[in-house]
């Protein structure tokens, strides 16, 4: 318990000492169940996926080079004259290094890059030693018709990073179902065994006074022994449910990641909300907070993107490349970077698949038909979705009416009992009349629990789907710059 109440005091709740809310027990699993942890690792791995778009989007600075390259070899060569080929000694150090400031262009898909480039060859047998410099090099590639991979990423990543979010906000609300249906399992777990033990001690009292009245001649033996065996029977429901109660326990604590919990008790929110939501307000919720909207877009977008690509996959292929900037040849180093030449380059590569035996075009096609299909696919997606959430709320507003109406029902089989044991114990009823009235109690209390479970089971699932506060009427949001820094 003394965990417990470390984390209940971190969060600022104030409970007894001995007792657990539902909604403190979400507020611990939001923040320390292993889930919450899982959740926390698959949001940050789309960030970083989305940063690194980012970034992808920045020019980058690189530093190329090969270093110390000694080859002592033989190597072959060709007299022009005659055309016979000798092998001479060579013994060389080569070095290069090429500095360059890289830039994508996401508009076009074409890549600018700015470079300094620096050659040295030390040939040893000549005792020579030979530079080449560019010192400044302006360089631009163009693809044309090509897949632009940088402008699809901007349509995409920054739509993956929103789902991302959402779906961080919508597995917290999941913790807040599974918290829920675990806390409720121990409720009634909780409920039968106060149940059971109650009855142990009444029939325990009940049996005394029978036996008295047995030795008065006011009842039968056979009345006694059926209390007696009521007796028995609530002694072996009490120890069975002591055993069910401590496994639920352990499932919900384990749940927290809490492990000292032996004192711990829960208290039912009996408190239900008289609160009835409108269906347009839902919907309208759910289509501006939740990510359905978005993954929807992205479905579409995948295969638009299947579509691009496949169709720039096919028929002519032109690459336009070209420079400008200065060279030297010196050998040394300083005269390499003096009285400069121009160096320009241009030019113009293709590429025609003449027959291809229909390759490209099944590769459009079939694209084509998945983005049909993705069309068809999210139109009926959404109407089942809308309709879904129609029912849900449909089913919810029945639940306060419900939760009262088993509240009394409740009251009424616990005046009941009571008011059945009295009249027992002055012999005006039977032992089956005391069982019936018994039975009636622990029937109500278990629907009741049952309904206060479903009630708030429903809840939780319209905020999920939502992300909507409907108690307090606030959007349902997170900190994410805390959530990144968080360790």
């Not at 359905?292 to 299947?306: F, I, N, P, V, W």
């Not at 044991?421 to 018994?438: D, I, M, P, Y």
């Not at 029937?443 to 409907?470: G, H, R």
Request: one cysteine or more.
């Amino acid at each position: 318990m003394r965990k417990i109440l470390s984390l209940v005091m971190l969060f600022g709740l104030t409970v007894n000492a001995q007792q657990l809310t539902l909604q403190n027990a979400i507020t611990i699993a939001q923040e320390n169940s292993y889930d919450t942890q899982l959740a926390k690792f698959a949001f940050m791995s789309k960030y970083w996926a989305y940063r690194s778009f980012l970034a992808d989007l920045r020019p980058s600075v690189n530093l190329n080079g090969s270093v110390a390259n000694f080859d002592h070899s033989l190597v072959s060569v060709r007299n022009y004259d005659d055309g016979q080929v000798s092998y001479v000694n060579n013994n060389s150090l080569s070095n290069s290094l090429t500095l360059s400031v890289d830039q994508k262009i996401a508009a076009t898909g074409g890549t600018v890059s700015l470079q300094s480039y620096l050659y040295s060859l030390n040939q040893f047998s000549y005792d020579e030693a030979t530079f080449n410099s560019q010192p400044i090099r302006l360089s631009y590639t163009q693809p044309f018709k090509a897949f632009n991979t940088l402008k699809w990423d901007k349509k995409t990543a920054p739509l993956e990073y929103q789902i991302a979010q959402k779906n961080y906000l919508a597995s917290m609300q999941q913790i807040t179902i599974q918290v829920t249906t675990l806390f409720f399992d121990v409720l009634a777990a909780q409920s039968d065994y106060k149940q059971s033990a109650a009855t142990v001690k009444d029939r325990e009292q009940l049996f005394e006074i029978a036996k008295k009245r047995l030795d008065l001649g006011t009842t039968t033996k056979s009345e006694v022994l059926q209390l007696e065996l009521s007796l028995l029977n609530a002694r072996v429901a009490e120890s069975k449910n002591k055993l069910a109660l401590d496994d639920k326990m352990y499932q919900l604590f384990s749940y927290l990641r809490v492990s000292d919990y032996s004192q711990a008790e829960l208290v039912p929110p009996y408190h239900v909300p008289d609160m009835l939501l409108n269906v347009e307000d839902v919907l309208r919720k759910a289509i501006s907070n939740s990510s359905h909207t978005l993954e929807q877009k992205q479905e579409m977008l995948k295969a638009e993107r299947a579509l691009a690509q496949a169709k720039a996959g096919r028929g002519l292929q032109l690459t336009l490349r070209g420079e400008v900037g200065f060279t030297k040849t010196a050998h040394s180093f300083g005269r390499a970077y003096q009285r400069l030449n121009d160096n320009e380059i241009v030019g113009l590569t293709l590429s025609l698949p003449i027959f291809d035996w229909g390759v490209s075009k099944g590769k459009v096609r079939m694209a084509q038909a998945e983005l049909d299909l993705a069309k068809t696919k999210n139109e009926q997606g959404h109407l089942d979705y809308m309709q879904e959430l129609r029912r849900k709320v449909m089913m919810f507003n029945t639940q306060p009416a419900q939760c009262r109406d088993a509240l009394r029902a409740q009251e009424i089989a616990e005046e009941r009992y009571g008011i059945t044991k009295k009249r027992f114990e002055t012999g005006a009823v039977s032992v089956t009349e005391l069982n019936t009235a018994q039975q009636e109690l622990e029937s109500a209390k278990t629907q009741y629990i049952a309904l206060l479970q479903t009630f708030w089971t429903d809840y939780f699932s319209l905020q999920k789907a939502t992300l909507y506060d409907w108690i307090n009427r606030s959007d349902i949001h997170v900190d994410f710059d805390k959530l990144r820094n968080t360790k």
